[in-house]
């Protein structure tokens, strides 16, 4: 009787694992590890994180609400309009960090008016808030070279470079780009813009 090949078979086949496959998962799971360990290293070399205080970012930023810090943008780059920005008020390393918005950069000129915050004579799209003490924008302010002029979100409740103590703030008193919030008591987590 000739050998049937073909058609069903209730025998199990071991099915072989072989050194390619197994070779694969360990390379896959040791560049997970890899790229892990890599960003942890890059955020605490270059990063950090610090929580928030008082309510002058309100509502994108919450009193003591964590967020995360990109040190190294500045070494290579500058603020640009928009940026949400930490810096220490006077260069006061005994102070806490300050979060504020930069809202004008070096050779702008800044004037609060009527409640409103101009730009080189233009109104501002950055900040739009009605800001009631205009502090010393009051008059034309025309930015010197690495100077910044920061407001808080919440500017009504917000001490920021309107404020004589503080004024525009010089680059090498800025550490650092606020880049992400982090989660904590139903706070809302996500990337700061």
Same mark, same amino acid.
């Not at 086949?13 to 390619?20: E, G, P, V, W």
């Not at 808080?152 to 650092?176: A, C, F, H, Q, W």
């Given at each position: ?5 073909? &058609?069903?078979?209730?025998?199990? $086949?071991?099915?072989? !694992? ?10 896959? !799971? ?16 270059? &990063? ?15 009193? @003591? ?35 504020? *918005? ?13 409640? $409103? ?7 501002? @799209? ?14 034309? !302010?025309?930015? &010197? ?13 917000? @001490?920021?470079? *309107?404020?004589? &103590? ?26 700061? $813009?």
């Amino acid at each position: 009787m000739a050998k049937r090949t073909g &058609g069903l078979s209730f025998y199990k $086949r071991k099915k072989k !694992i072989s050194y390619k496959m197994v070779h694969e998962v360990i390379s896959w !799971i040791l560049s997970v590890f890899i790229t892990i360990f890599l960003g942890t290293a890059l955020v605490m070399l270059f &990063g950090m994180k610090i929580s928030v205080v008082g309510v002058s970012m309100e509502p994108i930023i919450e009193a @003591e609400q964590s967020v995360l810090i990109d040190r190294f943008s500045y070494v290579l780059g500058k603020p640009k309009t928009g940026h949400v920005v930490i810096f220490f008020p006077n260069g006061n390393e005994n102070s806490y960090y300050y979060t504020k *918005r930069v809202v004008a950069v070096p050779g702008d000129r800044v004037k609060i008016q009527n409640g $409103r915050l101009y730009i080189n004579d233009e109104p501002s @799209e950055v900040c739009t808030a009605y800001i009631s003490e205009p502090g010393i924008a009051e008059n034309e !302010i025309t930015l &010197g070279i690495n100077e910044y002029f920061l407001i808080g979100d919440n500017p009504s409740e917000s @001490e920021d470079s *309107r404020s004589s &103590g503080i004024g525009p703030v010089p680059l090498s008193d800025i550490k650092g780009h606020v880049w992400f919030k982090m989660p904590q008591g139903g706070r809302k987590m996500g990337f700061v $813009r």
